[in-house]
């Protein structure tokens, strides 16, 4: 069975840092690219950052906003993505979801179209 679960939403100050994770089972992710999404009250979600599978080179792509902020990198031994979130501000609450796209030899796009396997998420809130 594909899966992919998130963890490491917390309740956070502006200004810190959290690390979230996004572990992949059923499913190698050296075929895979993965984006991190947020959802806010609303039907639309942000992309946040994407990275793209090992034929890419795992190459990055992050959201206008996060841009110096955030962080993705993946762990292949774990099969887990990672998002390094520092510098957090209230704009950033949401639900995290990661969502997974069979990806070959192309880079990743952090748009939420083009991914069909989703988690189902992790709460992050930012706020004195």
Not at 18 to 25: D, G, K, T, Y
Not at 37 to 61: H, K
């Amino acid at each position: 069975q594909l899966q992919l679960v998130e963890s490491g939403g917390a309740l956070v100050q502006p200004g810190g840092s959290l690390r979230l994770s996004c572990a992949a089972s059923g499913f190698n992710l050296d075929y895979y690219a993965i984006g991190w999404f947020r959802q806010a009250p609303g039907p639309e979600r942000e992309g946040i950052a994407c990275i793209s599978s090992s034929s890419s080179d795992g190459t990055v792509e992050y959201g206008e906003r996060v841009k110096g902020r955030f962080t993705i990198t993946k762990d292949d031994a774990e099969n887990t993505v990672y998002l390094q979130m520092d510098s957090l501000e209230p704009e950033d609450t949401g639900l995290y979801v990661c969502a997974a796209r069979r990806l070959l030899y192309r880079k990743c796009e952090p748009e939420s179209g083009l991914y069909g396997l989703w988690g189902q998420g992790t709460q992050v809130t930012v706020s004195s």
